[in-house]
């Protein structure tokens, strides 16, 4: 970024009459000094109003003559002809009384994109005073309604869809391919290996960003500073207040010796390509996964461990400390997808029967197609529920899935899974059996890189909402539960039998 201790002559105006393409202003206001109150005062009450356009801003009020702030605003600006103004005041008795203590302005033109300016600006129309404030630019390349880039502007070095940027000064190369910062490999040069272990090793902590609707969330996404912290946010909500469990009470209880095997099996088959993964099992990314998937068998029981779980923690662990990984994890397998990773897997059947039923009613054809070449949807669609479609979308795709997974809960799931079908509808119709729809299914999701079309299909007014989710499992809650409890009734005669045999044994041998 460039950097600037003076403003200077704005040298670059537009000499055209097309307006500029807008942006996102950031204004942090530090402070003033040498500001000389009005009479009959000593000290003044200032505050500063940053004004762009139509839209003001204000900083908080402080005793001082010399405040500090340390505030900042951050405005959309459709175009780059719009004017800068700030304004100190002292504050009166009554608003109406309130005294300019000086002003200063200058156009958004000067400033070039992602340039951030730091400068010490002298006070008109006061006797005497400066501002000291930074300004960042950042442009918009297409139309966007204000309220879709909500806060790209709060995030330093992110994209503008929300990521962070990566390195293209270094990366590790592999046949043409190149390492990215979260160690998956992509035909374009990003980030180095080293990068990725030292940024492992030094996980940031969760950030909070400026209070969002959850459906607007939904709707645009969460950029990638900030997900972890709406993820916690949004899941509390969710679930009511979840209690909020310290990794630290479980990370030094043992789990059961099978569970414990399993994990330690499972370890090195976690992402085997990824460089933080792929080495012996004294590597610390490893070790690190080992204990968060041993604390949350430890933490939930009843499910213990699934082999699923594995990437979804490791993926967990990737954007965030171990106590934010388990927390989020234990959510998620314990309540915002409950019985997906059990032994009965009875949320899993649920879910994927109530998809199924959509699938017939907002796209019949296709139904009537897998009805036709016998495609079992439950073996199509299995692997995407499990890995919360880890496996199977680009990471930041997956990312993106679990916005909406962290608001919506596990209606997250059937309606993606909807929207891919109508995504894919067309050439779905085309293939005439199970291999062919399954091999056209992957290809499309392992290069969905551009989820817009996918999230398009499910904010249509004409999709189906969360309440038709929620009604219709009420109804296959009845059905798989039935079914359960049928295969469990049926089992008991045979259990009661060998029972039977072998308490007669033993009375035969007591005789």
């Known amino acids: 970024h460039k950097n600037s201790d003076t403003l200077g002559l704005c040298s670059k105006m537009w000499d055209t009459d097309i307006p500029p393409p807008g942006g996102y202003l950031k204004v ?16 003044a009450n200032t505050y500063c109003a940053v004004v762009v356009g139509t839209k003001k801003a204000f900083t908080q009020v402080l005793f001082s003559n010399s405040p500090v702030w340390n505030e900042t605003f951050t405005f959309f600006v459709k175009n780059k002809f719009a004017q800068i103004e700030i304004i100190v005041w002292d504050k009166g008795a009554r608003s109406r009384l309130d005294t300019c203590l000086g002003t200063c302005t200058w ?4 400033l070039e994109n992602w340039e951030e300016l730091h400068f010490d600006k002298i006070l008109e129309g006061g006797k005497s005073g400066r501002v000291k404030m930074n300004l ?37 190369e592999r046949k043409g391919e190149w390492c990215d910062r979260y160690g998956f490999w992509h035909d374009t040069k990003l980030c180095s290996r080293d990068y990725f272990i030292r940024s492992l090793k030094k996980r940031p902590h969760v950030r909070s960003g400026p209070p969002i609707d959850p459906q607007l969330a939904a709707r645009d996404g969460i950029p990638f500073c900030y997900k972890v912290h709406y993820w916690r946010l949004y ?41 933080a993964f792929h080495n012996s099992p004294d590597d610390f990314a490893l070790n690190e996964l080992g204990s968060l998937l041993r604390a949350i068998s430890v933490a939930l029981p009843s499910i213990g461990y699934c082999q699923s779980m594995g990437p979804i923690a490791a993926a967990l662990l990737l954007l965030t400390d171990k106590q934010s990984a388990f927390q989020l994890s234990v959510r ?41 070449v016998k495609v079992d949807i439950l073996v199509l669609v299995s692997k995407w529920f ?120 033993i009375q035969s041998q007591r005789r």
């Open 28 to 43: 942090t206001i530090e402070r003033a000094t040498n500001l000389v109150p009005p009479v009959g005062k000593e000290i």
């Open 107 to 110: 156009p958004v033109s000067c």
């Open 136 to 172: 960042r630019w950042i442009e918009i390349h297409t139309p966007v309604h204000p309220e879709d880039r909500w806060v790209v502007m709060e995030a330093e070095g992110v994209d503008s869809s929300g990521f962070e940027e990566e390195s293209v000064e270094a990366g590790e």
């Open 235 to 275: 899941s509390d909500f969710l679930l009511k207040n979840a209690e909020a469990l310290d990794f630290s009470l479980y990370a030094n209880i043992t789990p059961p010796a099978m569970v414990n095997r399993q994990i330690t099996i499972d370890l090195p088959r976690i992402w085997p390509a990824h460089p």
């Open 332 to 372: 998620l397998f314990d309540q915002i997808t409950p019985d997906y990773h059990s032994a009965t897997m009875e949320g899993l059947q649920i879910d994927i029967q109530v998809l199924s039923v959509l699938l017939s009613n907002y796209i019949p054809k296709l139904a009537a197609h897998f009805d036709n």
């Open 386 to 505: 499990m890995s919360y479609f880890l496996d199977t979308m680009p990471f930041k795709t997956t990312l993106r899935i679990w916005d909406i997974l962290f608001i919506k809960g596990a209606d997250a799931l059937v309606l993606t899974s909807l929207a891919v079908f109508k995504l894919c509808e067309r050439h779905l119709l085309e293939c005439n059996d199970f291999i062919k729809i399954h091999k056209h299914l992957t290809k499309t999701l392992a290069q969905m890189t551009n989820w817009d079309p996918l999230i398009s299909i499910m904010n249509k007014s004409t999709f189906p909402k969360e309440k038709q989710v929620f009604i219709t499992r009420k109804q296959m809650e009845i059905e798989v539960k039935a079914r359960l409890d049928k295969r469990a009734v049926h089992s008991i005669p045979e259990k009661i039998r060998q029972d039977l045999i072998r308490e007669l044994f």
